[in-house]
T-cell receptor, first 111, second 114 residues
Framework: EDQVTQSPEALRLQEGESSSLNCSYTVSGLRGLFWYRQDPGKGPEFLFTLYSAGEEKEKERLKATLTKKESFLHITAPKPEDSATYLCAVQAGGATNKLIFGTGTLLAVQP | NAGVTQTPKFQVLKTGQSMTLQCAQDMNHEYMSWYRQDPGMGLRLIHYSVGAGITDQGEVPNGYNVSRSTTEDFPLRLLSAAPSQTSVYFC?????????????FGSGTRLTVV
């Protein structure tokens, strides 16, 4: 069964304190792994798509990496505005439109 | 540039009532989907469409109907509301099936069934 597990459930950081969020997945033929950011009361906002092991993508203070079993979202020198829930999702092979989401990591960055 | 627009933002229904959640996108995206988000469960796919006139079931379709008469609109109908359908509903659209450009989500409809 296709599955996505995110850890930790919640993470509190001081401004400037770098850390990583984890997304472990089990899927039959990965077509893509996605990272989204979700602010309270809003819909998820697309950050990255990763397609194959070894791939990395960066956007400002965020860097996403991918292995055959997991993905990491590295946050370097976070700022309070990075506070949000970060969602990971996978698209399985043969599934034209279905994303399987994890339950997310709630990140709080304190000034 | 509106993106994906969902209405209403909030709704309270009584058990057994029916209603339609509206979703419209102005990006000419072929792929549209409905997800529900519940605490501790992540987003789950209800129904999806790969183009006008084509719809299919997702992971949790029971109690919901959809239709896609135009590229722009993808309404979600609750046939007979139940408390288990209390959730936040998100509509999403994408340019292609692999979502190379990411899915664009609406801001959600928070539904409470009493």
């Amino acid at each position: 069964e296709d599955q996505v597990t995110q850890s930790p459930e919640a993470l509190r950081l001081q401004e400037g304190e770098s850390s990583s969020l984890n997304c472990s997945y089990t899927v039959s033929g990965l077509r893509g792994l996605f990272w989204y950011r979700q602010d309270p009361g809003k819909g998820p906002e697309f950050l990255f798509t990763l397609y194959s092991a070894g791939e990395e993508k960066e956007k400002e203070r965020l860097k996403a990496t991918l292995t055959k079993k997991e993905s990491f979202l590295h946050i370097t020198a976070p700022k309070p505005e990075d506070s949000a829930t970060y969602l990971c999702a996978v698209q399985a092979g043969g599934a034209t439109n279905k994303l399987i989401f994890g339950t997310g990591t709630l990140l709080a960055v304190q000034p | 540039n509106a993106g994906v627009t969902q209405t209403p933002k909030f709704q309270v229904l009584k058990t057994g009532q029916s209603m339609t959640l509206q979703c419209a996108q102005d990006m000419n995206h072929e792929y549209m989907s409905w997800y529900r988000q519940d605490p501790g469960m992540g987003l789950r796919l209800i129904h999806y469409s790969v183009g006008a006139g084509i719809t299919d079931q997702g992971e949790v379709p029971n109690g919901y109907n959809v239709s896609r008469s135009t590229t722009e609109d993808f309404p979600l109908r609750l046939l007979s509301a139940a408390p288990s359908q209390t959730s936040v509903y998100f509509c999403a659209s994408s340019r292609d099936s692999v979502a190379n450009y990411g899915y664009t989500f609406g801001s959600g409809t928070r539904l409470t069934v009493v």
